[in-house]
T-cell receptor, first 114, second 118 residues
Framework: KAGVTQTPRYLIKTRGQQVTLSCSPI?????VSWYQQTPGQGLQFLFE???????NKGNFPGRFSGRQFSNSRSEMNVSTLELGDSALYLC?????????????FGPGTRLTVL | AQTVTQSQPEMSVQEAETVTLSCTYD???????LFWYKQPPSRQMILVIR??????QNATENRFSVNFQKAAKSFSLKISDSQLGDAAMYFC???????????????FGKGTHLIIQP
């Protein structure tokens, strides 16, 4: 089975722009979670989608949003980019999103905001 | 809110030796899962081992084992016979158990950078 894929792998944007990142889960997985990784704050949970519905959300401003499509692929969007949004964005997929399910991570998208 | 603390920013061990990485957590919940993830330089997070809080027996996966002390809220990772490929950032993580499906996102510690000396 193919693993979790994320596109693009690298992205450079300027302040004020918006960006969309994509995540394709492992075939058969219906839950997709997003995490932000920065040197200062570490790994932080953004949100989780299951069956096209946001089921859980971390403590991030409304500029961070996401969606999930019927094929379980997910996108996250960040509007009005700030310098502090520079980070590695990781997505993880699992079968149902249950605690017992193993989360499989993608390679991440490195976002740089200038 | 749950917190996960890894007090060792960096650890170094000789190849073939044993090393223990520390993790403590704070939660008021009784049902939860604990995990150790490995992040090599490629940045891809890989699950190393997990422990269900209701299980008293410590989890083991080949050379990796944990020492889970629920009362002390401690969850350390022991790596035996360290290999060069074990060099990576290691993250301890917590996840609350939901009874009705779904779960919180993972709460991660800040990580421990493990160096393997040849």
């Amino acid at each position: 089975k193919a693993g979790v894929t994320q596109t693009p792998r690298y992205l450079i944007k300027t302040r004020g722009q918006q960006v969309t990142l994509s995540c394709s889960p492992i075939s058969g997985h219906r839950s997709v979670s997003w995490y932000q990784q920065t040197p200062g704050q570490g790994l932080q949970f953004l949100f989780e989608y299951f069956s096209e519905t946001q089921r859980n959300k971390g403590n991030f401003p409304g500029r961070f949003s996401g969606r999930q499509f019927s094929n379980s692929r997910s996108e996250m969007n960040v509007s009005t980019l700030e310098l502090g949004d520079s980070a590695l964005y990781l997505c993880a997929s699992s079968l149902q999103g249950a605690t017992t399910d193993t989360q499989y991570f993608g390679p991440g998208t490195r976002l740089t905001v200038l | 809110a749950q917190t996960v603390t890894q007090s060792q920013p960096e650890m170094s061990v000789q190849e073939a030796e044993t090393v223990t990485l520390s993790c403590t957590y704070d939660t008021s919940e009784s049902d939860y899962y604990l995990f150790w993830y490995k992040q090599p330089p490629s940045r891809q997070m890989i699950l190393v081992i997990r422990q269900e809080a209701y299980k008293q027996q410590n989890a083991t996966e080949n050379r990796f084992s944990v020492n889970f002390q629920k009362a002390a809220k401690s969850f350390s990772l022991k790596i035996s016979d360290s290999q060069l490929g074990d060099a990576a950032m290691y993250f301890c993580a917590y996840r609350r158990q939901y009874s009705g499906g779904g779960a919180d996102g993972l709460t991660f510690g800040k990580g421990t950078h493990l160096i393997i000396q040849p």
